[in-house]
Each structure stands twice: as C-alpha cells, then as structure tokens.
C-alpha cells in the first residue's frame, strides 16, 4: 500500500519554529517532484511550496523566505523547516505527489497524507 505520513507538528508561539515530515512507504518517491498543501478552518487547501525532481524548490509568496523545503531520498523522505511562524500559518499541513500539472493545483498531486496539525498561538 501506497502511503505519505506526515508527522512533527504542533503548538508553537508566533516566531517559533517547527519541521513537518514527510514519509513514503510502498513505493519510492525520489524521482517525484513533492508538494506541501495546508488548510485552515473555512478556507481552500493551498500550495506552500515544492520540491522538484532535480532539487529546486518554488514557494507560495505567503512563506517565502520562511519556510523551507528538502528532501532526503535515501529516506524517502520530503521536510518542511518553518521558521518565522505567524497565526495565520495555523493548518493542517499535507504532503502529496506532484503528477503533472499545474503546480499550485491540488488536482495535480496524489497520494496525500492524512495531515498534521500547525498551530501557532499569538
């Protein structure tokens, strides 16, 4: 069975910073380019950031500058570094594999984790 888990968030206070991951299990993702999503309460899934198949990295406007993606493909693995944090950064974060598209579109992307909870208290 195909699966993305993330897992490392939580509650941080506004500034603070924390790192999601990612985690492929059933198959390997080295060779995909993968994304990050986050949803707040009421509103759209929305694009963060993702990380191509060569290593470059395009980000929402929103965290440019703060947060960060990588990936370790001996692990399988995709990370979100999040410094900086801001209330309105509150949401659950998701993972998912880019299949082509546009970027910003979840339509374009597969294999979702379930999710990990951001909250960042003001």
């Known amino acids: 069975q195909v699966q993305l888990v993330e897992s490392g968030g939580g509650l941080v206070q506004a500034g603070g910073s924390l790192r999601l991951s990612c985690a492929a299990s059933?198959?390997?993702?080295?060779?995909?380019?993968m994304g990050w999503f986050r949803q707040a309460p009421g509103k759209e899934r929305e694009f963060v950031a993702i990380i191509w198949s060569g290593g470059g990295t395009t980000y929402a406007d929103s965290v440019k500058d703060r947060f960060t993606i990588s990936r370790d493909n001996a692990k399988d693995t995709v990370y979100l570094q999040m410094n900086s944090l801001k209330p309105e950064d509150t949401a659950v974060y998701s993972c998912a594999a880019h299949r082509g598209g546009s970027f910003i579109a979840t339509t374009s992307y597969e294999y979702w984790g379930q999710g990990t909870q951001v909250t960042v208290s003001s």
């Open positions: 059933g198959r390997t993702f080295s060779s995909r380019p």
